[in-house]
């Protein structure tokens, strides 16, 4: 097969010039298997034996387990054998808890679960078997050759000869004497042979020591680090190593799967356990925070999830149908609240609320060219006042709105209901409960990703039921403060693919409709990046649940949000991945400036 033709079948992306060269001038292949045409999506190929101390009980597996393999090794040399086996290894391992043949095929059946095909060399593969190329795999494995046959039956891999460490008694790592018996069988001298591996010493230098032609693969999916280490945060790091070919490297498709989808799925498993217990009726998902949360939802099977819905709301829509006559003043605060720079009829857009007359603001010095500071608030007050009967009317039209948006619902008294949100402080959920007063008598829990030690949460904490899955009880007050800090990028990655909701409005025929605010200014497609995270969010949800699945694995809340718990908490990863998207805040945006992510980072 020719360079030219080998280019026409596999994907430049995956698989460089060079090696379609060397393909082409071989007689025959040679691949690796580990981390090369199959990966394991962890961050160290030792978190499987964590996997299993949890599954069985016994905290102390992977210091056992590790020491096993040493007396292996050590046996190994005093019978005078080149490599060690799982039986081996296992015979070092009797006494504990559950017989050692019993964690023996744990751990056989939890490495098929967990090795997968490496999308970026397992094309090329397929291709050069079904081309009739003469094609082998050269491993360094303990496990027999019967776990490769499984492997690759496993994943419709067409099966090839296998020369494999712990059947052969000889190693790529030692002496090369693995290869000397690839070459010998296949009657192929071991210049025409190439190798194709990660390792750079056992698939690099041996393989040249032995003659061979090499290409060093080396993946462009690193695992994303986490720390503390755990086996769920290292599977949710890794996952990337698995992601499909369309998502691009520095994408908002691949923010969504890396970081998104371990922060989204995590936070779904914690609501599940808290809600379910708690005894909540329904679930409320509140826009835009609970937009993905709710699209992982419909992915999978309720199971111990309550009834759950995407509530479409803010603190915008529920504070203003909490005023009235009475609050007004109380509520100035509020409705001036994150003004400043902005002119003062952007102030009424952003309430739903038509602007007085050019004429009128020009008269009051609050023209269309001034821009709010402390020295005009008086002026803005005083003119808030003065029209609060067309704000009052928006208020009313939200309040009857939110009637009708709950009896769609079929809230009724008495109900338990779950309010989901990121964070931070509880504002949503008190202008939300405020809002209900008078209207139906529920009972309310929220359920937050994050809380903080601010002065609002601390004083809420008294009269609001909160719960939060990261929070002084389960991080450091230094971490805490790291993501508060960094809050912006996190409600990025929790965001959804439409406008601001700032109220409500009921039809003639009774039907409600949400009343938007889109920002003013230029507005970068804030929208098209959060549709494309929501997109990596269900992909990263779909395979983190079917590798969970297979390996009979429970993941633990907290411990798989730790990629987007350090993303975050890192500035300069999210202001190189999220810096450059403008006013994203439509309640503080304005006409008057820019302001883009790097400005709150």
Not at 145 to 167: E, N, T, W, Y
Not at 292 to 319: I, K, M, N
Not at 375 to 385: D, G, N, Y
Request: with cysteine.
């Amino acid at each position: 097969m020719s360079a030219t033709t080998a280019s026409k079948l596999f994907q430049p992306d995956h698989v460089t010039p060079a090696l379609l060269q060397s393909v082409a001038e071989a007689r025959a292949i040679s691949f690796d298997v580990f981390d090369t045409l199959f990966v394991r999506p962890l961050q160290d190929p030792e978190d499987a034996f964590d996997m299993l101390g949890e599954k069985f009980g016994i905290p102390d597996f992977r210091a056992l387990r590790r020491a096993a393999q040493q007396h292996a090794f050590v046996q190994m040399a005093d019978e005078g054998r080149r490599e060690i086996t799982l039986d081996g290894i296992y015979s070092f391992l009797e006494g504990l808890p559950v017989r050692a043949a019993a964690l023996k095929q744990a751990e056989y059946d939890l490495e098929l679960a967990l090795t997968l095909p490496n999308p970026e060399m397992i094309g090329l593969f397929r291709e050069l078997v079904e081309q009739q190329r003469q094609v082998v795999i050269t491993s360094d494995m303990y496990m027999p050759s019967a776990f490769f046959l499984d492997l690759f039956q496993r994943h419709g891999v067409p099966p090839v000869p296998m020369f494999i460490s712990s059947d052969r008694n000889a190693t790529k790592r030692d002496h090369g004497e693995l290869f000397r018996i690839v070459s010998e069988e296949l009657g192929v001298e071991p210049a025409s042979l190439l190798h194709i591996g990660d390792n750079p010493h056992s698939d690099v230098a041996k393989a040249l020591e032995s003659g061979m032609k090499v290409f060093h693969y080396r993946t462009t999916r690193p695992s994303r680090s986490t720390q503390p280490s755990s086996p769920s945060a290292s599977l949710a790091g890794a996952l990337s190593k698995i992601h499909d070919a369309d998502i691009k490297p520095g994408s908002f498709h691949e923010l969504g799967f890396s970081y998104g989808g371990p922060a989204a799925f995590g936070f779904l498993q914690w609501i599940k356990q808290h809600a379910s217990a708690d005894g909540i009726d329904l679930l409320l998902f509140m826009s835009r925070d609970g937009y993905v949360l709710d699209h992982l939802v419909r992915q999978e099977e309720a199971g111990a999830l309550p009834a759950s819905t995407y509530f479409e709301g803010s603190r915008t829509a529920f504070t203003l149908a909490a005023i009235n006559e009475h609050n007004f003043d109380a509520h100035l605060d509020f409705l001036l609240s994150g003004s400043h720079g902005l002119s003062p009829f952007e102030v009424f857009e952003r309430i739903g609320v038509v602007a007085p007359a050019d004429c009128l603001l020009d008269d009051l010095g609050l023209g269309r060219d001034v821009k709010i500071q402390d020295s005009t608030m008086p002026q803005m007050r005083t003119l808030l006042r003065a029209l609060r009967w067309r704000i009052l009317e928006v208020c009313r039209r939200n309040r009857r709105g939110l009637f009708h948006y709950l009896r769609k619902l079929q809230i009724k008294p008495g109900m338990r209901l779950g309010l989901v949100d990121i964070g931070w402080s509880g504002t949503t959920q008190n202008a939300f409960e405020k809002a209900l007063s008078g209207i139906v008598e529920v009972s309310v829990t929220g359920y937050y990703f994050c809380l903080v030690n601010s002065p609002e949460r601390l004083r809420r904490q008294v009269y609001l039921n909160m719960k939060a899955m990261v929070s002084e009880q389960t991080v450091s007050s230094d971490l805490l403060d790291r993501i508060y800090a960094n809050r912006v990028a996190a409600e990025l990655l929790f965001s959804a693919p439409h406008d601001a909701v700032i109220g409500y409005d009921v039809q003639p025929d009774g039907t409600v409709s949400t009343v938007t605010d889109r920002g003013r200014g230029k507005v970068t497609s804030m929208q098209n990046a959060a549709r494309e995270i929501t997109r990596g969010v269900e992909e990263f949800g779909s395979r983190f649940r079917e590798i969970c699945r297979s390996a009979g694995f429970e993941p633990w809340p907290l411990d798989t949000t730790w990629p987007f718990i350090e993303f975050i908490t890192h500035p300069e990863r999210a202001m190189k991945a999220l810096g450059d998207i403008q006013n994203f805040d439509a309640w503080a945006s304005t006409r008057n400036s820019v302001m883009r992510t790097r400005d709150y980072l």
